[in-house]
């Protein structure tokens, strides 16, 4: 029979880990349970999970961290709280009860702002405030997406359920975010690397090359053109440095300033959408988060008019925000969803058709969750040829700006060295 490593609670909340033999991982947590165990990891053993159990059983039994106030202000990654979430959902949906839930993971919870936020909670479900409320005082921890799918399992008695379709949600998000951030590191290092090249090149080497042809040829006339518009150019790099410095420091915080204003921020949202390559990319993330969002807060009980409010506010793109701003106000007054859908210029004949079968076979949204896995693929999909596309442009474009430098600096010497053959030949 196999055996099984796991780690689980005991009646007090306490952490204990073991083995066990049993003919399969539901008949290994059923043990437990017979036990008055809460298994929360089991792994059969010979799998790479069973070594992460033991070493975070062995991890789990080490001193304990310094718990910290927080206040309102207070916020982690959002990778902490995605962890948090599917930690809570495994531990309810284990039978154990919400508060020492909250209590056992604030016990073992190694970020010391989470940690207090954990037990913040713990004391104010102990005192008789729902987890709902208590998750309001941390409005930059929990956003209104969080509480109201939380608020929406507590009044269905399905918190489990909600918590466990909120971990899925924030790791399906993680990792989208994950995939567009990995294919823009390369291209950024390129982009970053070739400017550093190019700066140092005319600010360091192409000078003491001027030098050495003003001693070698003595008049400048004699250079080659490139040669001479490289050097110009670097001259003035030298000469406007800090005019130039003034001006990329001017640039950003001018962005920033646009982006803080209402019509900048639109502008520069619909520019995002727009862009050659990369609008696509935006375009079909912005729908995959609408449309899972919508359709998690949907499918979690939440009321149609509050979950198009919310997945308004955490829509990321104010072109995207005001396509749902009027769906919202199309299905205030008894409307399908479809014509403001439609008249944003956001969404693809396909979204729009789908959403349309959704409501009128009542089944709105298994739909948009369905949409939401097609666009995530699409999303990848889109990232990766991108990627395979940028590779080659951004080393074509390093090549070039090298190449020109370089070329510019010998081909003097080429000259100098044909003069003196010629020279040794007469």
Known sequence: MPKFHYIALDQNGQETAGDLDAASEADAINQLRQAGLYPTSVAAEGQGQAAAIKKRAKSSTKGRAKVVKVGANAKVKSKSLMIFTRQLATLIDSGLPLLRGLTVLGRQEPNLVMKGTINTLADNVQTGSTFSESLQQYPRIFNKLYINMVKAGELGGVLELVLNRLAEYQEKAQKLKNKIVAAMVYPIIVMFIAAAIMVFLMMVIVPRFEVIFEDMLGSKDKLPELTKWVIGFSRNMFEYKWYLLGGL?????????????????????????????????????????????????????????????????????????DAINKVHDAVKEGESMVAPLESSGVFPPMVISMVDVGEETGQLPEMLLKIADVYEDEVDNSVSALTSMLEPLMIVVLALVVGVIVMALFLPLIDVIKNLSGGAGG
């Open 249 to 321: 420091v001017g640039s950003i915080a001018g962005w920033r300033m646009l982006a803080a204003t209402k019509g900048g921020r639109r502008w520069i949202d619909r520019m995002k959408l727009k862009l050659p390559l990369f609008g696509d990319v935006q375009r079909k993330t912005a729908i995959s988060r609408f449309t899972r969002t919508l359709g998690t807060l949907v499918t979690s009980g939440v009321p149609i008019l509050q979950a198009l409010n919310i997945t308004r506010d955490t829509a990321g793109n104010t072109i995207v925000s």
